[in-house]
């Protein structure tokens, strides 16, 4: 028997592709440290947890499997987003343009936070992902509230411990890395449970343009 391929519709898509965008306009915009209230975070802050909110939409409405092949897709994404920066920081600058030093200096990531950042993205997005999936399960699709908080809790608090750590352990002091993940775990989660009006928009939309509710048995 040929195997039937696999559809995607353009609600799909644009989701995947909502997802991505905010993946990589996060990783860009981090090198700026922001000062409010006596906190200091990245700017990224004001989109990565957007990833979060439109995985937990992937994973209610579509399913673990296929939230998980969007995860794979923004890796691969920011990983080329990544590799043509690095690779238009070594071509020779024209002789009039005065903009290497300011390209190297907010485009010029470090091995380091490369890797403590994409080790991140992956358990984070993963474990966000499975942990929605799996509480669907156990609420029988009720609460959608409780399972977007929960698994936000979940992804987020080991995306932050993550980063922190492999990106400055030896670095700074250790109460410091507890601060700083401490603070961006609680504010990033802080930010999702203040959009779950907008996450149960944007679920219910979907699930009615669909005509799908996947509930992942067995994961």
Same mark, same amino acid.
């Given at each position: ?14 989701? !995947? ?149 492999? !990106?400055? !352990? ?50």
């Amino acid at each position: 028997m040929k195997e039937q391929k696999e559809c995607y519709s353009k609600w799909f898509v644009l989701t !995947a592709a909502v997802f991505v965008t905010c993946l990589i306009t996060a990783n860009i915009i981090a090198v700026k440290l922001v000062g409010m209230a006596g906190l200091v975070f990245p700017a990224a802050l004001v989109i990565f947890p957007v990833s979060y909110i439109i995985g937990d939409v992937l994973t209610e409405v579509y399913g673990y499997r296929k939230a998980r092949q969007v995860i794979w897709l923004g890796f691969l994404c920011n990983l080329i987003a990544v590799a043509a920066i690095w690779t238009g920081g070594l071509l020779p600058a024209a002789a009039f343009w005065d903009g290497q030093a300011a390209y190297n200096r907010i485009l010029g990531y470090t091995p380091r936070l490369l890797g403590a950042s994409f080790i991140a993205y992956l358990i984070g997005e993963f474990s966000n992902a499975f942990v929605m999936a799996k509480m669907k399960i156990a609420t029988r699709g009720r609460w959608l509230w409780t399972r977007t908080i929960a698994s936000t809790l979940a992804g987020q608090g080991l995306d932050s411990a993550i980063f922190i750590t492999l !990106a400055f !352990a030896g670095a700074i002091p250790i109460d410091g890395m507890i601060s700083a993940v401490i603070t961006q775990w609680l504010m990033k989660s802080a930010y999702e449970a203040a959009a779950t009006p907008l996450t149960y928009l944007a679920v219910n939309f979907l699930k009615q343009q669909e005509k799908s509710d996947v509930s992942d048995r067995p994961l």
